[in-house]
């Protein structure tokens, strides 16, 4: 089996490589404070790395996995909180409002987020079952043109910094 990358996945990874190396690794080590790399992600945002989970026409340039995968090896050679940063913009927060959410709220989202607009936060942990969804017990009911959220969520990635939350509820 002879696996080789496309032209296309040649290119990115070359560009987000020289961007990251020129210019996050030389400040990478601000970030061990806890401080977001919100100036690093909107760099990115303008080559399309944030939109590598937004299909196209929001935006994105929709990528698989692979291609995820590579570009984050990339970032974090140069600087590991920036490439975790970024995984939380084309990982499974977007990727769930890209696949699950209605016609009116991927409008209104996946391009801000394919810009770098929107700063993602996942609302899965739970005080006593993790983050095992099956035993999640934060539920939503819906009320006329509202949803109404009970439960309780711990360990929120990012939520000092974000701007929309997926939450996990039953």
Do not use: W
Request: hydrophobic share 45%; glycine share 8%.
């Amino acid at each position: 089996m002879h696996f080789r990358l496309s032209d296309e996945q040649r290119m990115l990874l070359e560009t987000v490589r020289e961007l990251a190396q020129r210019e996050f690794r030389p400040k990478a080590k601000q970030y061990l404070d806890g401080s977001f790399p919100r100036e690093n992600l909107q760099k990115l945002a303008e080559l399309g790395v944030l939109g590598m989970a937004v299909p196209k026409e929001y935006g994105g340039m929709v990528m698989g996995v692979l291609e995820t995968a590579l570009v984050l090896e990339e970032i974090a050679k140069a600087c590991y909180v920036t490439a975790m940063a970024v995984l939380g913009e084309v990982g499974v927060q977007t990727r769930i409002i890209a696949t699950f959410a209605p016609e009116q709220l991927k409008q209104r989202y996946l391009p801000k987020i394919a810009r770098g607009e929107l700063i993602l936060s996942i609302c899965i942990t739970e005080p006593d079952s993790g983050t095992d969804v099956a035993s999640m017990t934060t539920n939503t009911r819906i009320e006329g043109d509202t949803a109404v959220i009970q439960g309780v969520k711990t360990l929120i990635s990012r939520a000092e910094v974000a701007d929309l939350f997926v939450v996990f509820t039953r």
